[in-house]
């Protein structure tokens, strides 16, 4: 039994009610003993060397494990600069790998689809396709669909082993940012040969140089933003379709009593969607009723959840933090999970409750899970087979406690559905949101990403920072982990706009969205890559991304892959603040000097760490002012009422 169970309360533990109610409940009956994320970051504590905060570590040869301070060289006198970078760089390159490989399999399905060899997925965006395929140099005239399809997977794939050159797709970045890139020789020239180079350069007795380890560092996580992430947000759309705003629910409330409740965690769409589909299937209803059911209910953790959620108005039950937490609700009959941020813990959770945990990525076994591969051709049978077998699982639902609380949100702003919405069907343009930044009713646009971290208040710093961001102007955009968050607090649906500044509400209340975008999962970052430049080549507010009144914050960050982000972010001109825990530098002063100062010097974006969360919010403002003055929209400016003799007499100029 966990002696230190609960020394921290539930309030103290979470933002969100719901988790806090799961806590008391549990803690007070007879699973007092079973231990979640919560209770071991209690009990563990937090190394202090690999978290860079009290000297460094390294690994990397049989020398080693050596322990670095200032003072003190590694045995083969690896300098703490030089360790520190190579350790940052590991793991940018685990977080692009990541994202990376996801986009992957997806450009793989794409080619399956245009062969007809993947049944039950086909393509359900074709202009989509069409601007990808352009994007990717591919002639579309006169040629069949298909074809585009096939040719499009193939270019898509041949980015990830192209040796030379440069990725096609770092031509959407504005050209001025292009020019810096080259410049700095940080051009991706494929997106695996980046990753390995790393694991190259980082292998004992290679690059021993921190700033030209982190160069290309930079190159690796571009990479990611402008390559596998892109094409892993490009390809979904063009399969499973282009987001459009969705309103739903979110929460465990969200679980139903009555139902059988399959839940979909991880970060794949694939299956999840063919799940989703699958289970309004009117026999597959007939069946659960036929087993005391009323229906099915599916639910998502994560960004698999963002995913159907972005697409099908799918219920996310809650974010990293909340995956132990909705088990122990024992109202789970099956949870399918497929690739990153499930916790090894749910294998031994599961066998406590009634749910069936399911492995479907050939990627990803867990012990205590039941492993049914998903292949690209079995994906019909297989999502039946598990709607099936939690259908079966219904009967063997025991105590079941479900926290009645949800909230209402509106998801669904791909950067396609935001142009659409400021500029009306006719005029899709950004031109609206330039005019209100430029005129101080917006202030600026901050993106608030990333995790979960059990080191810090669950969902506390997201839901701060986006209060205290949009009661004064910042419209703050989301994904993954940061976005569910903020839903779950009621701040991503329209009545959310009363909590807004004036001049961000009156943008909002004209165009009819929430005062906070959810943008999607974690590959979908790109989507606010996509953003950036469009605002840039809209005009008025400079000529690069890193001229823009705009920063990126992951508050709560704890995967490589938010590593990834940030440093792409960081790369395309943007300031990025890292808070909660800190970057795994932290005591390495010539690489905090390198990753702030010195690429802020070559890429006009820093990357900072900055454990107090009122001084993030104040940096990103103190960022963002300075940014507006330097463009020198920082003075309000009166809003000038045209009327249509006005409007005429400026089109004829
Ligand atoms: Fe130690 Fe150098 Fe080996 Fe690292 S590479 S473990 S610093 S000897
Ligand atoms: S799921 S990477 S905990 S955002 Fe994308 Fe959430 Fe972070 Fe995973």
């Given at each position: 039994?966990?002696?230190?169970k609960?020394?921290?309360s539930?309030?103290?533990?979470?933002?969100?009610?719901?988790?806090?109610?799961?806590?008391?409940k549990?803690?007070?009956?007879?699973?007092?003993?079973?231990?979640?994320?919560f209770?071991?970051?209690?009990?563990?504590?937090?190394?202090?060397?690999?978290?860079?905060i009290?000297?460094?570590?390294?690994?990397?040869?049989?020398m080693?494990?050596?322990?670095?301070?200032?003072?003190r060289?590694?045995l083969?006198?690896?300098t703490?600069?030089?360790?520190?970078?190579?350790?940052?760089?590991?793991?940018?390159?685990?977080?692009?790998?990541?994202h990376?490989?996801?986009?992957?399999?997806?450009?793989?399905?794409?080619?399956?689809v245009?062969?007809?060899k993947?049944?039950?997925?086909?393509?359900?965006?074709?202009?989509?396709?069409?601007?990808?395929?352009k994007n990717?140099?591919?002639?579309?005239?006169?040629r069949?669909?298909?074809?585009?399809?096939?040719?499009?997977s193939?270019?898509?794939?041949s980015?990830?082993?192209?040796?030379?050159?440069?990725?096609?797709?770092?031509?959407?970045?504005p050209?001025?940012r292009?020019?810096?890139?080259?410049?700095?020789?940080?051009?991706?020239?494929?997106?695996?040969?980046?990753?390995?180079?790393?694991?190259?350069?980082?292998?004992?007795?290679?690059?021993?140089?921190?700033?030209?380890?982190l160069?290309?560092?930079?190159?690796?996580?571009?990479?990611?933003?402008?390559?596998?992430?892109?094409?892993?947000?490009?390809?979904?759309?063009?399969?499973?379709r282009?987001?459009?705003?969705?309103?739903?629910?979110?929460?465990?409330?969200?679980?139903?009593?009555?139902?059988?409740?399959?839940v979909?965690?991880?970060?794949?769409?694939?299956?999840?969607?063919?799940?989703?589909?699958?289970s309004?299937?009117?026999?597959?209803?007939?069946?659960?009723?036929?087993?005391?059911?009323?229906?099915i209910?599916?639910?998502?953790?994560?960004?698999?959840?963002?995913?159907?959620?972005?697409?099908?108005?799918?219920?996310?039950?809650?974010?990293?933090?909340?995956?132990?937490?909705?088990?122990m609700t024992?109202?789970?009959?099956?949870?399918?999970?497929?690739?990153?941020?499930?916790?090894?813990?749910?294998?031994?959770?599961?066998?406590?409750?009634h749910?069936?945990?399911?492995?479907?990525?050939?990627?990803?076994?867990?012990?205590?899970?039941?492993?049914?591969?998903?292949?690209?051709n079995?994906?019909?049978?297989?999502?039946?087979?598990?709607?099936?077998?939690?259908?079966?699982?219904?009967?063997?639902?025991k105590?079941?406690?479900?926290?009645?609380?949800?909230d209402?949100?509106?998801?669904?702003?791909?950067?396609?559905?935001?142009?659409?919405?400021?500029?009306?069907?006719?005029?899709?343009?950004?031109?609206?949101?330039?005019?209100?930044?430029?005129?101080?009713?917006?202030?600026?646009?901050?993106?608030?990403?990333?995790?979960n971290?059990?080191?810090?208040?669950?969902?506390?710093?997201?839901?701060?920072?986006?209060?205290?961001?949009?009661?004064?102007?910042?419209l703050?955009v989301?994904t993954?982990?940061?976005a569910?968050?903020?839903?779950?607090?009621?701040?991503?649906?329209?009545?959310?706009l009363?909590y807004?500044?004036?001049?961000?509400?009156?943008?909002?209340?004209a165009?009819g969205?929430?005062?906070?975008?959810?943008?999607?999962?974690?590959?979908?970052?790109?989507?606010?890559?996509t953003?950036?430049?469009?605002?840039v080549s809209?005009?008025?507010?400079g000529?690069?991304?890193?001229?823009l009144?705009?920063?990126?914050?992951?508050?709560?960050?704890?995967?490589?892959?938010?590593?990834?982000?940030?440093?792409?972010?960081?790369?395309?001109?943007v300031?990025?603040?890292?808070?909660g825990?800190?970057?795994?530098?932290?005591?390495?002063?010539?690489v905090?000097g390198?990753?702030?100062?010195k690429?802020?010097?070559?890429?006009?974006?820093?990357?900072?760490?900055?454990?107090?969360?009122?001084?993030v919010l104040?940096?990103?403002?103190?960022?963002?002012?300075?940014?507006?003055?330097?463009?020198?929209?920082?003075?309000?400016?009166?809003?000038?009422?045209?009327?249509?003799?006005?409007?005429?007499?400026?089109?004829?100029?």
């Open positions: 039994m966990n002696k230190n609960n020394k921290i539930p309030d103290e533990l979470s933002e969100d009610r719901a988790v806090r109610e799961i806590m008391e549990m803690a007070a009956g007879d699973l007092k003993e079973i231990e979640t994320a209770d071991r970051a209690q009990t563990m504590k937090c190394c202090p060397i690999g978290s860079g009290s000297g460094i570590c390294c690994k990397n040869c049989a080693g494990p050596c322990r670095v301070r200032e003072d060289t590694g083969c006198g690896a703490m600069g030089t360790i520190a970078a190579r350790n940052l760089a590991r793991h940018i390159a685990a977080g692009a790998s990541a990376s490989d996801h986009g992957r399999d997806l450009a793989h399905l794409l080619g399956l245009a062969e007809g993947a049944p039950g997925f086909k393509i359900n965006d074709e202009l989509k396709l069409l601007k990808l395929a990717l140099g591919i002639s579309i005239d006169d069949d669909t298909k074809e585009i399809a096939k040719e499009t193939k270019k898509a794939l980015l990830f082993g192209q040796q030379l050159g440069e990725i096609d797709l770092i031509k959407l970045a050209k001025k292009q020019e810096v890139w080259r410049k700095n020789n940080v051009v991706p020239r494929g997106i695996d040969r980046e990753i390995v180079e790393t694991m190259h350069r980082t292998h004992m007795g290679v690059d021993q140089d921190a700033e030209h380890i160069d290309h560092t930079i190159r690796t996580a571009l990479s990611d933003g402008w390559g596998g992430s892109m094409v892993a947000t490009e390809i979904t759309d063009i399969l499973f282009t987001p459009q705003a969705v309103p739903a629910k979110t929460n465990l409330g969200m679980l139903d009593n009555d139902k059988v409740n399959l979909i965690h991880g970060h794949e769409p694939t299956l999840s969607e063919l799940i989703v589909e699958l309004n299937d009117e026999e597959i209803i007939e069946y659960a009723k036929s087993k005391g059911a009323q229906g209910n599916i639910v998502g953790i994560c960004c698999t959840a963002n995913e159907v959620l972005m697409r099908q108005g799918v219920s996310p039950i809650g974010n990293f933090l909340s995956q132990e937490i909705a088990m024992g109202a789970i009959e099956l949870m399918v999970v497929d690739i990153q941020c499930i916790m090894q813990a749910l294998g031994e959770l599961s066998k406590r409750f749910t069936k945990l399911i492995t479907t990525s050939a990627k990803c076994k867990i012990p205590g899970a039941t492993h049914m591969e998903f292949k690209d079995n994906g019909i049978e297989l999502a039946r087979e598990i709607i099936t077998m939690a259908i079966d699982n219904f009967k063997n639902r105590e079941v406690f479900i926290p009645n609380i949800t209402d949100l509106v998801a669904g702003f791909s950067h396609e559905y935001i142009r659409y919405a400021l500029g009306g069907k006719f005029r899709e343009s950004f031109r609206p949101l330039n005019d209100a930044i430029i005129d101080g009713r917006i202030q600026g646009v901050v993106a608030i990403v990333g995790c971290n059990a080191r810090v208040p669950h969902d506390k710093y997201h839901n701060f920072l986006t209060r205290e961001l949009i009661k004064r102007d910042y703050v989301l993954g982990c940061a569910i968050s903020t839903a779950k607090c009621g701040l991503m649906k329209p009545e959310a009363k807004a500044g004036e001049g961000l509400r009156s943008i909002c209340e165009v969205i929430p005062p906070i975008l959810h943008m999607g999962s974690c590959v979908d970052n790109s989507r606010i890559l953003v950036l430049s469009e605002v809209e005009g008025g507010l000529e690069d991304i890193s001229d009144p705009v920063a990126g914050i992951a508050p709560e960050w704890m995967s490589e892959k938010a590593l990834s982000i940030g440093t792409y972010f960081v790369a395309s001109g300031y990025t603040i890292f808070s825990e800190p970057i795994p530098v932290e005591s390495s002063q010539e905090k390198i990753i702030t100062k690429w802020e010097e070559k890429f006009g974006g820093k990357l900072e760490y900055v454990s107090d969360i009122n001084e104040n940096k990103v403002i103190g960022h963002i002012q300075a940014k507006r003055k330097a463009l020198k929209i920082d003075v309000k400016k009166e809003r000038v009422l045209f009327d249509m003799e006005a409007r005429r007499g400026m089109e004829n100029v």
